[in-house]
């Protein structure tokens, strides 16, 4: 009787344990894996993209997140493009086709298995038209 006591204890401290080491990582600050900026011909946007990784603890994911900022006006970032994805890094690239049209494309890594989901697209932020070309 008292070896399966002090077993059920131990079962009891380790579940405890592993428990608490999930929720810690739960909470994480992501982990950005890449990014870039792009400024408008006009110097009145500025475009970032940023990859991250999120989670762990077999909840972890990637996403690439494309924000715009009007660059001397009041600072608000606006999420514009929100992408998940299968691997820490995506091909994506940003480009300002005139100083009122960013042009972003984006392509699986390559490897073996990547897809991409678009969770999120704007059309227009602040009067700029924001295109889209996935692969």
Known sequence: MRNSRASAEKIKLLFGMCFALFLGSCGSSPTVTWKESSISPDKRWVA???????????????????TMTEDDRDNTTKEILILSHEYPTI?????WVSPTNLLIKY???????????????????????????GR
């Open 107 to 133: 392509a699986e890594s390559g490897r073996p298995g990547d897809k991409i989901i678009v969770n999120f697209r704007a059309i227009t932020y602040g009067g700029a038209s924001i295109s889209v070309d």
């Open 48 to 66: 970032t993209a940023r990859s991250e990784i999120i989670g762990g603890m077999g909840g972890q994911f990637d996403q690439t997140i494309v």
């Open 91 to 95: 091909n994506l690239s940003m480009r």
